[in-house]
């Protein structure tokens, strides 16, 4: 029998563990082998540990629950997701040869520098396609596109990529597919049943969801995941600590639990910040205000995630009293974490965006964005509505 997403999250990877309850940490960096031949042999196949940076015992409890979640044929994890973006990126465009990426406006900052500055410097060429809009991606392929990049709910605009319509446009080309699914999370969104090829992660955030490990992921079908082991990770180095990977994994046991938490808080306080007569405008993909509503229903099922964003009337000021004011917030970058985080991404996380790009892609001076937590609701209003004030 097909087990449920809580039981999943849980059980999941401990069938290497059979007589703990709880992983091992195995903090080693390299593994005894008993014999010559045995080394020779472990350098032959595949499984057995020989070096951290290549593969250990504690990783692999992180990586099967992530690749369970997904529905994805195995999952290898990294050190960061900037790590699991890059190597997933890096894996796609390893042949020589012309090479062209397609992706989506609205992304993570650190994503839009890769593939706007980095790439560009080892010779592949990035056309941005405008994320709400599934034509603008089928315009941008060109002959020598490797890869579609997607990420949505997009950060942190929250617009969102019509995933079917876009892995539906990539397959008929066969050109592969990839898309960070950070801010959904499987509980909420599950891409790969949408058509997509490769799923990557910010495990820093929902995934380990209490603020204290920064990880990645990269999940799709073995062949890919292997090559982006055996390339990136291996020689570019991104492989996670496995106390990172065990408190990851730890935190995973819960996803499915606290999803459901992060979704109620969030659609509860993007109810409460419509209807304040300070507030300018409000968004969040579960609320009808959001312009790509049935699409959210339609391809979100779970929920519309821990992130809602806003402007007050009072634009950057009355932002920036909020910010002074509230308590029990707390100011910072980040996501996905139990307690309830507040960012000001145009002075902070997309401080290094050109303002025109910044705000074409929907990203207003006062935006305001909050990483709803797992406290009561009624707390989070209260502090919100204090720190709002007389508007
Ligand atoms: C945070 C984040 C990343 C980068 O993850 P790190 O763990 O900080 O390297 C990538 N994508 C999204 C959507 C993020 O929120």
């Known amino acids: 029998m097909k087990r449920g997403i809580h039981t999943t999250a849980i059980h999941t990877g401990m069938e290497l563990e059979p007589r703990d309850v709880t992983p091992a940490i ?66 796609a465009l390893q042949d020589d040869g012309p090479r062209h990426i397609v992706a989506t406006t609205g992304l993570y900052s650190g994503t839009y520098h890769f593939v706007t500055k980095d790439l560009p410097r080892f010779g592949v060429q990035t056309t941005l396609a405008e994320a709400t ?76 969801g209490h603020g204290d490990a920064m990880g ?6 073995a062949e890919f995941v292997t090559r982006v082991l055996k390339g990136p990770i291996r020689n570019f180095g991104g492989c996670i600590s496995p106390f990172n990977a065990w408190l990851i994994a730890r935190g995973m046991t819960t996803l499915p639990l606290r999803m459901e938490r992060h979704n109620a808080n969030s659609l509860r306080i993007a109810e409460w910040l419509h209807d304040h007569p300070g507030v300018a405008w409000v968004r969040y993909p579960w609320h009808p205000a959001h312009p790509q509503y049935e699409l959210a229903q339609r391809q979100m099922p779970g929920g519309g995630g821990g992130v809602v964003v806003f402007e007050l009337k009072g634009g950057v000021e009355a932002g920036a009293r909020l910010l002074n004011r509230i308590r029990l917030c707390a100011l910072t970058v980040s996501l996905g974490d139990v307690r309830t985080l507040i960012t000001h991404p145009a002075s902070t996380t997309h401080r290094s965006v050109p303002r025109e790009t910044r705000i074409a892609s929907g990203i207003s001076d006062g935006l305001v964005r909050l990483a709803v937590g797992l406290e009561d609701v009624e707390d989070i209003i209260a502090d919100l509505e204090q720190g709002i004030g007389n508007w």
């Open 26 to 91: 195995h903090m080693a960096n390299t593994y005894l082998f008993e014999s010559a031949e045995e080394a020779a042999h472990a350098f032959e196949t595949e499984g057995q540990p020989i070096y951290t940076r290549w593969g250990n015992p504690t990783i692999e409890v992180l990586e099967r629950k992530i690749a369970a979640l997904e529905g994805a044929e195995k999952a290898v994890a990294t050190a960061s997701g900037m790590a699991a973006v890059s190597s997933a990126l890096l894996a």
């Open 133 to 208: 809009d599934p034509a603008a991606f089928e315009t941008a392929i060109r002959p020598e596109t490797r890869a579609i990049y997607l990420e949505t709910p997009g950060n942190p605009t929250l617009a969102l990529n019509d995933i079917a319509a876009i892995a539906q446009i990539a397959h008929t080309r066969g050109i592969l597919t990839i898309l960070d699914n950070t801010f959904a999370t499987p509980v909420n969104q599950r891409p790969i049943d949408l058509g997509i090829d490769v799923v990557v992660h910010s495990a820093t955030k929902f995934l380990g």
């Open 216 to 221: 990645g992921a990269v999940a799709g079908p």
